[in-house]
């Protein structure tokens, strides 16, 4: 009678991922038309393939366990255990996007290829139920997933680096989301391992399921948010410009002329409040390139993002005593969100803003 009950509401768990992964789906593709950039194309084509497949493994678990409630005996049958394999499957798929998010090259269609084995050893197991063919695909997985993950959290590092060394505003072009996402799946995983040795069965299925769309549902969202316009992070400076990076080039980013041509364009209002300010921009209204700006930025300690912040806030503090909203002073600064704007505000001056207000006005 407990089993029963329990084999209901697994079934009703599986029922309800196929609706949430279709409905994902379905706001994935209405986005791809928006995004001008391959990576987001790309990662968006291999996510649904991803939702697809569990999509697919979630309405045969169903089925199987509709079925196995009249017929019993169906679990004896190889194609019963198959969803387990297709659900394997989703991993490499998630591994191409996230790895395809963090790398600063164009993806390749040929990535899809890590499939190929997984896809083989579905349709060898469903027809032969041979575990040893099992056992492969757990291995050949287990060792993608340690790649993707060490891959992944390199790039997502690299990616940031150059993400603050070329934008002044970072906060939705941002992928530390992506390690978010595959910490919070590895965590899930690990919780399914120990729940399956501690209490295995319908049980651990049924407390399982409902936390595996965690991830996916945080995922997805990011993704959509995500902003992909970074096209000055692959601008490439000229090789006439680099060619004479000796002493005597050097020079010019550490002269006095070269600080204050930079201090001038980046302290006008109407560029530290352009909220897509970039240091390429900066570079061609100064006449030199991105390299001498970022190599200038790093002598007063800062990077670039760092750099615009602190003229942003310079900009904000008046306005902050003067008892403005901070709604205002965010927009006024050129700050992109409140939190872009907390976030500076506390990195500098070890305080809230409001708590910065209150220390003044007391």
Not at 160 to 184: H, M, P, S
Not at 210 to 230: A, V
Not at 320 to 330: A, D, K, R
Request: charged fraction near 15%.
């Amino acid at each position: 009678m407990y089993d029963n009950f329990l084999l209901h509401v697994r079934s009703m768990c599986y029922g309800g991922m196929v609706a949430y992964f279709v409905f994902t789906i379905m706001r994935l593709v209405r986005h791809y038309r928006t995004y001008d950039s391959a990576t987001a194309r790309f990662a968006v084509v291999s996510s649904s393939l991803a939702m697809a497949l569990l999509a697919i493994k979630n309405a045969a678990r169903f089925v199987f366990d509709v079925m196995h409630i009249a017929f019993p005996r169906i679990e004896d049958m190889p194609v019963f255990h198959s969803p387990l394999i297709m659900e394997m499957m989703a991993i490499p798929f998630m591994g191409v996007a996230l790895s395809a998010l963090s790398r600063l090259t164009p993806p390749k269609g040929t990535e899809l290829f890590v499939q190929l084995p997984l896809l083989v050893s579905l349709i060898f197991f469903s027809i032969t139920g041979n575990e040893l063919v099992m056992n492969m695909s757990f291995t050949y997985v287990a060792i993608y997933s340690v790649a993707v993950i060490l891959s992944v959290h390199i790039n997502v590092r690299r990616y940031q680096t150059k993400l603050n060394e070329t934008y002044a505003n970072t906060d939705k072009r941002g992928i530390t989301w992506v390690l978010i996402t595959l910490y919070i799946m590895v965590g899930l995983l690990t919780l399914w391992g120990i729940m399956q040795f501690a209490m295995p069965g319908l049980l651990s299925d049924c407390l399982y399921f409902p936390l595996s769309l965690i991830p996916w549902i945080f995922y997805s969202r990011r993704l959509i948010k995500q902003d992909f316009n970074i096209a000055a992070m692959h601008v490439q400076d000229d090789e006439n410009d680099l060619a004479g990076d000796s002493e005597a080039a050097l020079k010019t980013w550490q002269n006095a002329q070269f600080g204050e041509a930079v201090m001038k364009f980046c302290t006008d209002k109407k560029n530290f409040t352009n909220t897509d300010l970039n240091i390429v921009e900066v570079a061609r209204a100064v006449g030199t390139n991105r390299t001498y700006v970022s190599r200038w930025c790093k002598e007063q300690g800062m990077d670039f993002s760092t750099y615009i912040a602190h003229i942003r806030l310079d900009h904000a503090l008046p306005l902050l005593v003067s008892g403005y909203p901070i709604s205002e002073i965010v927009t006024m600064s050129g700050f992109s969100s409140p939190r872009s704007f907390r976030t500076a505000f506390v990195a500098r001056y070890n305080c809230t803003p409001s708590e910065y207000r209150t220390r003044k006005q007391a």
